[in-house]
């Protein structure tokens, strides 16, 4: 049945691919192509999904190729079923919302490349989470990077498009280059590339081998999953590709490091030393925290979204840290409740996070500019856009009664079983990762307080926004779409946990009898530390507002409303330049954490008379941060990379007579070693 | 479910009077007679029945606001501790629920504040939400410790579970206590933070974002912020002073309970209000200092506690 619904998955995409690029003439068939198919494909994934998750069956699938080690793997359990779900989930509500959104590029760009390449790319995701053998692995997973690669630079008739392309192909080609050493470690200690054979293996190993593999494991996989200070590349690729292509790279593709994560760490590798978990969960507090800080500082509104999936990432970092550092305590049912909280909030992170790209994708269609400064009052000519970005946003902060609640509540208790443990070492650890999330959460709610504020609320600030219309149903549906779920995923939070704790009891670290963390609706963990219903949260709260309102409008019936204008303190009218701007807004935030975000701020005064300085022509206050990753971290391996190759440049004088001088003393050194060694 | 029924009316009836205490004992620290301590109601009246004026700009988000904000701060009140083990269980009575959904009503009060369009607003949405973000984490960490004590983090059982408490663990509490005052002073815009007297635009943050309201919806806002303060003084003056607490649940228990908590209530309401009274308000770049100190308490509370 598995490998039946897989087939026709990979055939709807690989179909899709196909004639998407065959119609590239005409556009608008090419782009229905390339959709549908990719909606058909992304339904059967769902389904295949679903299947697995219900079924709970574990299903191998190799296809012996010619080729010496490499062999077409397929591995579906149920982590993968999960993931495939998620992917399926995601893909669906952007194939829908391409079918609209791709037509503002119609007489720009090639759409059949575009569609061929989009297809490819959602394959290769669905082709990641099910693969079992590295080479075969590393295979699918660089198709993933080139195609979305490919999708980034999609716009390339803009120049920083082309730029941040770069830096991405740069950037995941370095981590693949670690994944690619990590696994030819794992070959050269246990002769071979099947994962389960490995994991069989995986107690031969020598442990300096098996920490050597985890750091480079996570230096790549962690590059994908923009793990910070290795995210650089993340803010820019995902603000240049297109709307629903973003939504689809922070909402799954990032994910596949972490998929890969849990894999390696939770299922391979058997009795994991302490150390692993501890680095994961600072990183996870460190890419929280500083992830959600620099989206604070952004007014790019995607370049923000893109900072907080690096927060995000944080936050499923820190449930994978816990779960890793019980594990190695022996506390195998607390690291079930923590592996469970990062799977979790990944389902959360791709939903929410993939309406707020498409929210966004919907606001830049119809204004042109991503610049949350140019936007305002798009809430009365775009209603359902708003709706639905205000839906994801009160998701992403993390606040009750969504689903963002639900798994940062799950993240948040397996922090707090941490800090009860009795060494003091580990005890300050999780002390700190708690604080980092407790102040993550604080901050990202003040962030989209910015980022929805800004952009929909108070009035216009420039034409474009003024003109704004909604967009088209196309648009609108996969956002609602995606809402529903945040909504649906919040309500359901105990079910989920129930299928999770399923999907975590079948790493092999964990015996399933020992996972319990759900009573029907209600999430109770720890024997009843602490307990959680979200439906009756929900019902409450929807019972007592709708009551408070009727008690309202019963007790002030006889009153009028009156519609004037807002208060301008006897001024003469207020201006759009009045209101409060993105900059203005996190302008404070900024300054008390200043210290890591280096503000500068240079004022240009122009004086009426030069010299009695009080009365100012003109006034312009310039207010940057410093990228201090940026600047500290990369130039200056850039300038050290630099000066290397000039180096090196000065045995390439261009003298034939000196490479003759080199190949004849390789040849000497050669003759000796094959002599002497 | 019929004592839950019971908080939900009577506590937000009783929520006035909490900031009708504090306005008399500022009055008096100012040698002023001051308004009678149920001059809150008198306003509400009125506000009820004035007519509305709203602005041409606000959309939806600044209609249904006050109503969210009321209706959040009423199912608070549930959740915290007034009589003792009869009502534990409550299914969201769990303090992080509690306090995200505090920060769910701040929320849509900070998007009110920018709805309207007004300087104002906007500016007062912005440092409500800076000093939010850093409350945030106090309030979480000065009633962890207390949770772990209890080993739950249910609030009204931790309440129940406090009074057994060893006079050692006063110590941890201690400090915890002393966080926890710094969270309400912020979270319920008190001096040094705010000061709800004033409308100041160099200093004022609450008042700013409500500056547009008017009539029914300021009435609401108002009595949410009174149900908000009577939250904080209920929840520190039974999380952290237990006694009077019961264990039974026939009427004569419950009501003497009951009377306890508000006595403990009106104490904490005017060591409040004296506290207001002796110290000026901070600049705004100072008050991180503040907070920074709160959550150290936490911290100390929490080592202390598991060094217990």
């Known amino acids: 049945m598995s490998s039946t619904l897989f087939t026709i998955l990979l055939s709807f995409f690989s179909v899709g691919a196909l004639l998407s690029l065959f119609w590239s003439q005409k556009k608008t068939i090419s782009n229905l192509c390339s959709n549908l198919f990719a909606i058909a494909g992304s339904l059967t994934g769902i389904i295949l999904g679903a299947f697995i998750l219900v079924t709970q069956e574990v299903t191998s699938l190799i296809f012996v190729t010619g080729l010496p080690l490499f062999s077409l793997s397929l591995r579906f359990d149920m982590l993968a079923g999960y993931f495939m779900l998620i992917i399926g989930l995601i893909g669906l509500a952007s194939s829908l919302f391409g079918m609209g959104y791709m037509r503002q590029y119609f007489k720009l760009y090639n759409i059949g490349l575009f569609g061929f390449f989009y297809n490819l790319f959602l394959l290769s995701l669905f082709l990641v989470v099910t693969a079992s053998n590295g080479l075969y692995f590393l295979f699918v997973w660089e198709i993933m990077s080139l195609t979305s690669f490919f999708l980034v630079i999609f716009e390339h008739k803009h120049h920083d498009t082309i730029k941040a392309g770069i830096l991405y192909f740069i950037m995941t080609h370095v981590g693949t280059m670690f994944l690619l050493a990590a696994l030819l470690l794992l070959y050269g200690a246990t002769h071979t590339f099947d994962f389960w054979q490995i994991r069989v293996l995986a107690g031969t190993i020598p442990d300096w081998l098996k920490d050597t593999v985890f750091v480079f494991a996570l230096l790549g996989f962690g590059t994908k999953a923009g793990i910070i200070p290795l995210h650089i590349w993340l803010p820019k690729a995902h603000s240049a590709a297109p709307s629903h292509v973003s939504a689809l ?182 002390l700190f990762a708690g604080g980092a999330l407790a102040l993550t959460g604080g901050l990202a709610a003040a962030c989209f307080v910015k980022a929805f504020g800004i952009t929909f609320l108070a009035r216009p600030r420039s034409t474009e926004s003024k003109e704004a219309k909604e967009s088209s149903w196309m648009l609108v549906v996969p956002m609602g779409f995606l809402a529903v779920l945040c909504v649906a995923i919040g309500f359901g939070a105990g079910n989920v946990v129930a299928i999770l704790e399923q999907v975590v009891a079948q790493f092999t670290l964990f015996r399933p009898s020992e996972i319990v963390a759900h009573e029907g609706s209600t999430v109770v963990i720890q024997n009843g530390f602490a307990s959680m219903n979200m439906p009756i949260l929900i019902l409450t709260l929807i019972a007592v507002t709708s009551l408070v309102f009727l008690l309202t409008r019963w007790v002030s019936r006889k009153q009028k409303v009156v519609r004037d204008v807002t208060w301008d303190g006897g001024y003469t009218g207020l201006l759009p330049f009045m209101e409060i701007t993105a900059t203005a807004f996190s302008r404070s935030l900024v300054l008390i954490f200043k210290g890591l975000f280096q503000p500068t701020q240079q004022k240009k005064l122009e004086y009426i008379d030069a010299n009695i300085r009080y009365f100012t022509k003109t006034h312009e206050i310039n207010f940057a941060t410093k990228n201090v990753f940026e600047v500290y971290l990369y130039q200056p391996l850039l300038a050290v990379s630099i000066m290397l190759t000039k180096k090196v440049k000065q045995i390439q004088g261009g003298n034939l007579n000196a490479y003759i001088l080199y190949i004849f003393l390789t040849l000497i050194g050669l003759f000796f070693w094959a002599r002497y060694f | ?264 209530v009106g104490v904490l309401l005017v060591v409040v209000a004296l506290i207001e009274s002796v110290i000026a308000k901070y600049r705004f770049f100072r008050l991180p200092d503040i907070l920074l100190t709160g959550f150290v308490f936490g911290i100390i509370a929490i080592i202390a506690t598991n060094a217990l």
């Not at chain 2, 249910?154 to 400090?175: C, D, R």
């Open chain 1, 249 to 430: 790279m922070s909402g799954v593709m990032i994910k596949m490091g972490i998929f890969m994560l849990f894999r390696l760490f939770l299922d391979i590798f058997p009795n994991i030393p302490l150390w692993w978990g501890i680095v994961v969960l600072i990183i996870g507090a460190c890419s929280s925290l500083l992830g959600v800080l620099y989206a604070l500082a952004e007014h790019d509104l995607k370049r923000l979204l893109a900072y907080h999936s690096i927060e995000n990432i944080g936050i499923i970092l820190l449930g994978l840290g816990s779960s890793m550092i019980f594990f190695s305590l022996q506390q195998p049912v607390l690291a079930a409740l923590a592996a469970l909280a990062g799977l979790f909030h990944t389902l959360n992170h791709a939903v929410f996070k993939s309406l707020l790209f498409l929210g966004a994708g919907s606001v830049i269609s119809q204004t042109g500019t991503r610049n949350l400064e140019k936007y305002g009052g798009l809430i009365k000519v775009m209603p359902y856009t708003a709706l639905f970005f205000l839906v994801g946003a009160v998701a992403i902060s993390g606040l009750p009664p969504l689903n963002g609640f639900a798994s940062e509540w799950l993240t948040f208790q397996s922090l707090f079983a941490g800090v009860q443990d009795p060494r003091i070492g580990l005890r300050s650890l999780f």
């Open chain 2, 1 to 264: 479910m019929l004592l839950i029924i019971l908080k939900l009316i009577l506590l937000p009836l009783l929520a006035p009077l909490g900031v009708g205490i504090i306005r008399k004992v500022k009055a008096m620290m100012q040698s002023r007679p001051g308004a009678s301590i149920i001059q809150p109601y008198f306003d509400l009246w009125k506000l009820f029945h004035k007519n509305e004026t709203i602005s041409r700009d606000a959309s939806w988000i600044f209609l249904v606001t006050p109503y969210i904000l009321f209706a959040i701060s009423c199912i608070v009140l549930i959740a915290v501790p007034v009589f003792g083990k009869a009502e534990i269980h409550v299914p969201f009575g769990d303090f992080l629920t509690v306090i995200f959904l505090l920060a769910t009503g701040t929320f849509f009060l900070a998007l009110a504040g920018i709805d309207v369009g007004s300087p104002f607003g906007g500016f007062g949405s912005s440092r409500e939400m800076t000093l939010a973000a850093l409350a945030e984490a106090i309030l979480i960490f000065t009633l962890l410790p207390v949770a772990f004590l209890t080993d739950t983090t249910n609030i009204a059982m931790m309440a129940v579970l406090a009074t057994n408490l060893s006079m050692i663990s006063y110590f941890a509490l201690l400090f915890a206590f002393l966080g926890y005052l710094i969270a309400l002073f912020v979270e319920t815009g008190r001096i040094p933070f705010d000061n709800a007297a004033t409308h100041l635009e160099l200093t004022m943050i609450h008042e700013a974002m409500i500056l547009e309201y008017s009539g029914k919806r300021l009435a609401l806002i108002e009595w949410a912020n009174a149900n908000k303060l009577f939250f904080f003084a209920l929840l520190g003056a039974n999380i952290f002073f237990p006694s009077g607490l019961t264990m039974y649940s026939d009427t004569m228990s419950l009501l003497l309970a009951l009377v306890m908590s508000l006595f403990k």
